[in-house]
Structure formats: C-alpha cells, structure tokens
C-alpha cells in the first residue's frame, strides 16, 4: 500500500490558497444572486451596491495568499519601501520600549499596584454593563454577573499582595531582604512582553516569565532570538500562520527559559545581556546548539565560533508541517 505524503507547510499554504479561490467563487456568486432579486424587487442601486460589495468581498477572499506573500516579501526585501517602512516602525516601538525599559515602578508597585489597576478597570467596566442592563430593561445576564464576581475575586486577590510576597519570596532564596530586593529590582532592566510574560535583566539577577523566576544572570550562558510559526485553523482545517517572537535563555545547568517578546524589543534585550553578562552567547547557530546540547556546564570555557550576528535567529523551516489540531 502507497504510503501518503505528509504534507509541508507550503503544501498547506497552498491548499488555504485553493480553499480561498473556492470561497471567493462562492461569494461573487452569491453575490451576484442576490442582487438580481434585490434589484428586480427592490431597486437597482441597492442591487449595485450588494454586487460591488460582495464582488470586493470575493476578489479579497481569492487574492488574500497572494497578497499576504506579496507583502511578507516586500517587508523581506532590504530594497523595497515596504522594508523600510516596517524597519522606521520597529525603530519607533523600540525607542519607546527603551525608554520603559529604564523607567519602570519598584518591585512593589509592579506586582501589587498592576493588578489591582487590572482588577479594577475590569471590575469597574462588568459592574457598569451589569448596572445598565438592569437600568434600561430590568433584566441581567447570567455570565456577567459570574464575570463580575470573578473580577470582584480577582481584585481582593490583588488587595492581598500575593503577587509581591511570591517576588519576595524568590529574592530571599538567595539571602535578600525586601530593602535589597527593591534595590536591586530598581537598577534592573524590565521588558514587559505579550501575553504578560515579563524580563527583567540585572548584573546580579534576572527575572524571567514570572516574578517567581529568579536566576543568577551568571548561570546564563547563551541566549537567542527565536520565530516560532502561530498556526491558525477554522473548523479544524489549516488556514494560514502568524509570527509569534521570543528569546531563549539557556543555563549552564541545562535548564532554559523562553520568553514572549516584541519583535523590536529583541535587539535591546541582547545589548543589555552582552553589558550586564560579558562572555554570554548570543544568536543562534547549529554548531552553537550542538556543543551547548553535548555539555551545558562545559559550554562557557569551551572553544565556539560565535554567531557573527548576535541577533541570528532560530526559525521554522518551509517544509515543517504543522500540527494536527486536536
């Protein structure tokens, strides 16, 4: 029995192409169905109106793969406006991740007084909805009042200081006390990155993912920049990719941390880490990896060629397929 082909992520890129031109069809059909009867019965502008819609509904829908590599092209080309376009965006977020970066609150105000700012905006919000509903027709919904009082939960959570004494906590680990702690919190280097994750980079510590996640900046021993593929799916069925950006810090124990970023903030994280951790490696290589999976605790005193480009990146191959969807 012929055994079938596992598919590349081309070969998915092109069926979301063919199930596109499929989709577009339809939606000029059907648009071109509608306005007949709408014009017959109803008046012709409307049925002009219905067909131009439905017709710039069904060209987008049919273009859409093309257009989306056209423009992932152009943003790859150094030579193109589209390139230097998004390189002006990048260098405006990174100034202003930057200057964040160096002017951030205390360890105190970080953790307490940002989810209590959270908690309360999204309590003030539901209990607004919920007081609306009730003012204009006397009813409520069931959800929101459940949302509500998960807001209200999340809110006296925050008024605990939970979140601060857990920081606390990993500080004295190492024979911090709340003064040294805060001291320390305050010189360090804080990137906060999407989806919550945080980095905060310091000459004695860094704090990764989480406030729990306290480690000597001296055990990282090589740290790189890596795009990984978002997989996209509709009813189960692949639909197209988005970037996702993080940068890994690997240890000399062999333990590692991989933390979400901002594309512009990786440049700044890297500068930091090469002032405040001289020696560490950056970027990424196969041979870099390779002698780092033989022998983490090796890796430092070990003879390396060092990536020529400190922000060379881990990336997906075209012909890796993606995962099944569950």
């Not at 202003?96 to 959270?118: A, F, G, P, Q």
């Not at 925050?158 to 805060?182: I, P, S, W």
Request: charged residues 25%; contains cysteine.
């Amino acid at each position: 029995m012929k055994q079938q082909k596992q598919k590349s992520i081309g070969d998915y890129e092109r069926d979301s192409a063919r199930s596109g031109l499929i989709v577009g069809i339809v939606i000029i059909v059907f648009g071109v169905l509608m306005a007949y009867f709408v014009g017959r019965d109803t008046s012709l502008v409307s049925g002009i109106v219905i067909f131009v819609i439905t017709l710039i509904a069904g060209v987008f829908a049919i273009l859409y793969k093309k257009i989306e590599r056209y423009v992932r092209k152009k943003n790859d080309d150094p030579n193109s406006t589209g390139f230097a376009s998004k390189q002006k965006s990048l260098e405006r977020q990174r100034e202003s991740i930057y200057r964040k970066s160096r002017n951030h609150k205390s360890l105190h105000d970080e953790t307490n007084l940002r989810y209590m700012t959270i908690a309360g905006v999204v309590l003030a919000i539901l209990l607004t909805i919920n007081l609306a509903l009730l003012l204009l027709d006397g009813s409520y919904s069931i959800l929101m009042v459940v949302l509500l009082l998960c807001s209200i939960a999340f809110f006296v959570y925050a008024l605990t200081g939970k979140e601060y004494k857990v920081a606390l906590a990993a500080f004295a680990r190492y024979g911090c006390d709340e003064k040294q702690a805060e001291d320390i919190y305050k010189d360090m280097y804080l990137y906060r990155a999407i989806g919550g994750d945080m980095i905060a980079l310091g000459d004695r510590f860094l704090m990764l993912k989480s406030v729990n996640n306290l480690i000597p900046t001296n055990k990282v021993v090589w740290i790189f920049p890596r795009l990984q593929w978002v997989y996209n799916y509709t009813n189960g069925i692949y639909t197209g990719r988005s970037n996702k950006f993080s940068i890994t810090f690997c240890q000399s124990d062999g333990g590692f941390f991989n933390t979400v970023v901002d594309e512009a903030a990786i440049p700044l994280i890297i500068e930091d880490m090469q002032k405040l951790r001289p020696g560490v490696v950056c970027g990424f290589s196969e041979e870099i990896s390779n002698l780092y999976g033989q022998d983490p605790a090796g890796f430092e005193a070990a003879e390396k060629t060092v990536p020529a480009d400190p922000c060379a990146m881990l990336a997906p191959s075209e012909d890796e397929e993606p995962p099944k969807r569950k």
